[in-house]
């Protein structure tokens, strides 16, 4: 997988998606910062997931951004997506890659070189790590710190997503400590202060 210094961003949707937010996902997408955008919703039926799930591909499309489908190997097969993104409780990647062949499979490791040494053996296309700050999208069950981002570096060339609370103060740190992309949601989405375009152009 290439990794684009330029296009650090792997973009994850908001909780709830209302109908400002394609124009918004299209403005974001135009900078040219995203690699990814995967699209997490926990509280919409399949049905709706589809209909949205659409939308935002042909957003993405042509925006040239990967679409990624988090927790759902068959959904992502529905909706021809590029990829998805596996919890540690959600399918095994043996599995999701029998579903999904050639596709991108990435998965949360937390802060253990453990399950980082599993999901590079099993040939996860990426490993996400978090979370680096308190976050408001999700609860922090796992607190990881940066030392684990040299340590993985290391071990392997698997592109390392770093993950929790990520915003315009502290991005650049993890980016100078070996992480390749960084997973914000928050602070694109539910920021008081900035728009969604305002916000992630402070993300230089």
């Not at 209909?51 to 021809?80: R, T, Y």
């Not at 596709?103 to 996400?128: E, F, R």
């Amino acid at each position: 997988m290439k990794i684009n210094k330029k296009k650090f961003i792997y973009l994850i949707s908001p909780n709830k998606i209302t109908n400002s937010f394609y124009n918004n996902l299209n403005l974001v997408l135009k900078t040219r910062k995203v690699s990814f955008f995967q699209l997490r919703l926990k509280n919409y039926s399949l049905e709706k997931k589809i209909i949205i799930g659409k939308k935002i591909k042909n957003i993405c499309k042509k925006n040239k951004v990967k679409f990624i489908i988090n927790d759902d190997p068959l959904l992502a097969l529905n909706l021809e997506a590029d990829g998805c993104h596996l919890g540690q409780k959600d399918m095994n990647i043996k599995i999701a890659k029998k579903i999904l062949g050639k596709k991108i499979i990435g998965i949360t490791c937390h802060n253990s070189m453990n399950l980082a040494k599993k999901a590079i053996k099993a040939k996860a296309d990426y490993i996400a790590f978090g979370a680096f700050n308190q976050s408001k999208t999700k609860k922090t069950k796992y607190v990881a710190s940066i030392k684990i981002l040299s340590k993985v570096k290391k071990l392997t060339k698997v592109p390392i997503v770093a993950i929790g609370g990520i915003n315009a103060l502290n991005y650049k740190n993890l980016l100078l400590n070996n992480a390749n992309f960084l997973a914000i949601s928050g602070y694109i989405w539910n920021n008081k202060k900035y728009k969604p375009l305002q916000a992630i152009e402070r993300l230089k």
